[in-house]
């Protein structure tokens, strides 16, 4: 059971010695003028400050050097990990990749920040907060984050739905009482502390995140010194319908079915009761409802979306599915194709399409033509539904293709969503070249 401590019990939660000493460090005075606690070397907090220095990354190959963001985006500060197990697209923050202050413009970062939220802020979405890594030497004015707080306004906080702060400490849970004035409750529930990456696997894949080499393997150390229990392997269920390959759901179902029972079922709702709907597919679902309806598939049990009423439920399922099979629809044999398929002249873009869809083996191109003919539908709504074929794109991208060997980081999410929306301008064009 992960522990989910939530901002508005921080008082109860700081209530020791300690981290009664580190608030007596805060002025008593309005918060426009508070700083940050004065530091101290004999703060267990502090320790891993001594231990890190910001963690140096290679440029992402896409981006150009006369970017007006360059310096921000090469250090891959912000990067975006695809979707929670709740689908909702995953912004990343590592405290770690950030420099000494002098050498980062953090009114830049901010506006980095806000650019890359903007893309997403119309739908549900979660922020991770790496913490380990944030050091005397770079972490941020008080000033700033208060400014960074009065920035983002109610449009980047009416869609955040988590914001998990991973290894947090007394310092930093200090730092959010201080915002308690300005911070609403509604928001305050928001925010949860993971202990341990463990933790954080309740809520999302962190195979498929961009996780910092050293907040691993400081997560590591704290997992065996905590004596952290691993996760239990859970066995596959005689019903399974999540997590399997496509060949194999097709081998067990007594109907030889070849589009998946889940997908089926998804589709067919949404075609009845989810097509006019605005931001389907860019909407949360009941975390109660995704767990149950899941248990439901995976067990046998016939699922009846009218009886929960929300459109937006079949939605996630369907979206939970495809993120959940072993290899990606589009198979990792197409990654590298995918990413690099910009380069691509455009009158020739079809016909390449035409021809990796080709090499699918033969129940992901099934699957691929139903899923697509599906999203033409709802893109052919777009005017009361407000799912374009680039809004599609950006939610199903990440979706469609993942990396095997590594994260997707900010620089390969992008290819993919614009492999994912010509997909879907060119649906026709690839599919009769077949």
Known sequence: MATADLLVDLQDDLATDDASNTLGKLKLSPLDEKSWPAENDNDEDLKSDKECSPEIVEPPPNLKWD????????????????????????????????????????TKLLQYLKITLDKYVESDYSVVYFHYGLTGQNKPSFGWLLEAYREFDR???????????????????????????????KFGRKVLYMNHLGELEQFLKCERMVIPPCVKKYDDTISASQKCVPPVQIKQLPHQQFGIG???????????????????????????????KEGIFRRSANVCFVREVLDKYNNGIPVDYAVYGDVHLAAVMLKTFLRELPEPLLT????DQVVSFGGVPKNKQ????????????????????????FLHMVA????????????????????????????????AINPINYFAQSLL???NA???QM
């Open 67 to 106: 970017d007006p963001f360059y310096d921000i985006a090469r250090r891959q500060i912000v990067e975006v990990a695809g979707d929670d197990n709740f689908g909702r697209k995953v912004i990343v923050f590592s405290a770690c990749r950030m420099p000494p202050s002098h050498q980062l413009d953090h």
């Open 155 to 185: 449009k980047y906080k009416k869609n955040i739905k988590a914001l998990y702060i991973v290894h947090p400490t007394k310092f930093i849970k200090a730092i959010l009482v201080l915002f308690k004035p300005i911070i609403s409750m």
């Open 246 to 276: 496509l060949r194999a759901l097709r081998k067990k179902d007594p109907g030889n079915r070849t589009i998946p029972q889940v997908l089926e079922e998804t589709v067919d709702y949404i075609k009845q009761h989810g097509l006019n």
């Open 332 to 335: 990792y044999e197409l990654y």
């Open 350 to 373: 079809a016909e390449t399409m035409a021809q990796m869809i080709q090499t699918l083996p033969t129940d992901n191109y099934t699957v691929l033509q139903y899923l697509l003919i």
């Open 380 to 411: 052919d709504n777009s005017e009361l539904n407000k799912m374009t074929p680039s809004n599609l794109a950006l939610v199903f991208g990440p979706t469609l293709m993942w990396a095997k060997d590594a994260a997707i980081s900010l620089s």
């Open 425 to 427: 301008l060119n649906y």
């Open 430 to 432: 690839i599919f009769c």
